[in-house]
Structure formats: C-alpha cells, structure tokens
C-alpha cells in the first residue's frame, strides 16, 4: 500500500498567515492527489484533485502544488473559515490512501 | 441539489452484522463509482470499498481490512447504494460515509455512526 504522510499534525496560526501543509507519498503517484478540509462534527470537503487543480467554489487562497511524492496545500492568506483538519489522498493505486491530516487551530 | 443520506448505523454487538444504505440525488446516480470511507472517532479517513458503474459491470473493490467481511452493492433503479456489514470488530466502529468516485471523492454524505461493543 501506499503510506501517506503529512507535516505538520498540528499548525496554530493566525487569521491573515500564510499556512502551508506538507503531505509526502512512499512511492510516486505522480499527480494523483487530492486535498480535502474536514470541520468537526461534519464530513470532509473536496478541495483540490489532480494536485494543483481546484474544485468549483474552492476560494482562490487554497493552492495545490507538487509532483512524485511530495506536495504541498497553501492558504495564502488564512481566513476564520479555514480553521480545520486538512487530509491529502492518494487515487493512483487501490487501496486509496489518506494522509493523517494536518488540524490548523487558532493561534 | 446534489446529496448522499447515509442511514442503518446503529450499536451492534462483536460478530454481529448490519446493513448500511446511501440514498443518492441531483445527479445521475447509475453514471458514477461509488464508495465507502470511514473514519474512527478522533481518527483519520480510511477508504473501505468501491463499487463501479454498469458500463464497469458493477465490478468492486476492497480494503484489505474489511475484505471477506463486507460486501459493497448498489441499487440503480432506487439510487441507492449500501454496505453489508458482517463478523462484525470492534475496530470497525467508525463513521462511514457515502461518496462519489471515482478518483477523487468530491461528494460525501453527513455519515452514520457504527458502534461494535459487547
């Protein structure tokens, strides 16, 4: 299986920071990553595919980026509403895999 | 509106078994994959199974730890999709949710809770 990580599991920040979470793969999935925001209580949100692509409606402040194994979900500039767990998944081999998610709290 | 309404969660004992159902709308349910994530409380997500579409002969897929246990299955004519659940663990309470495929999950349901405990 393809084993993904996530760096940092925690990010405290402020509303206005610039946050960048890292998620890194075991082997290459070349671009086949998505990113997703998760709030508590609630279900997960499809943000990113294809590892830069944004879905409809996601805000122009979320950013995807990298290749192979390593990636990387930038908010450029953080909003009260972004305040979440972060998962990135791998669909290029079954099973599909999900990174350990990154929470972003308040600072 | 797009939606997936997930529904059969419920308290069960280790060994037993329990029939979870998603019923779909506001797209064309019989076009797409679909799938099953779970999530453990205070956990991550962990994908669980896939179904694919008829043009795909329905065929599935599994996670290593719920293969041979659980059996994924869709009903095109109600929209529906549902996961058969058997010999029970305790490890696999867990939220499940409904989404759509099929590369990226870009649809999820609000999830049922599935509690295993004696």
């Known amino acids: 299986d393809i084993q993904m990580t996530q760096s940092p599991s925690t990010l405290s920040a402020s509303v206005g920071d610039r946050v960048t979470i890292t998620c890194r793969a075991s082997?290459?999935?070349?671009?086949?990553l998505a990113w997703y925001q998760q709030k508590p209580g609630k279900a997960p949100k499809f943000l990113i595919y294809w590892a830069s692509s944004l879905d409809s409606g996601v805000p122009s402040r979320f950013s995807g980026s990298g290749s192979g194994t390593e990636f990387t979900l930038t908010i450029s500039s953080l909003q009260p509403d972004d305040f979440a767990t972060y998962y990135c998944q791998q669909y290029l081999v079954y099973p599909f895999t999900f990174g350990p998610g990154t929470k972003v709290d308040i600072k | 509106e797009v939606q997936l309404v997930e529904s059969g969660g419920a308290l069960v004992q280790p060994g037993g078994s329990l029939r979870l159902s998603c019923a779909a709308s506001?797209?064309?349910?019989?076009?797409?994959?679909m799938d099953w994530v779970r999530q453990a409380p205070g956990k991550g997500l962990e994908w669980v199974a896939r179904?694919?579409?008829?043009?795909?002969?329905?065929?599935?897929e599994y996670a290593a730890s719920v293969k041979g246990r659980f059996v994924i299955s869709r009903d095109d004519s109600k929209n529906s999709l549902y996961l058969q659940m058997n010999s029970l663990k305790t490890d696999d309470t867990a939220v499940y949710y409904c989404?759509?495929?099929?590369?990226?999950?870009?649809?999820w349901g609000q999830g049922t809770m599935v509690t295993v405990s004696s």
């Open positions: 179904t694919r579409n008829k043009a795909n002969s329905f065929t599935t």
């Open positions: 506001g797209f064309t349910f019989s076009d797409h994959y």
């Open positions: 082997q290459s999935i070349s671009s086949s």
């Open positions: 989404t759509r495929g099929p590369r990226v999950f870009d649809i």
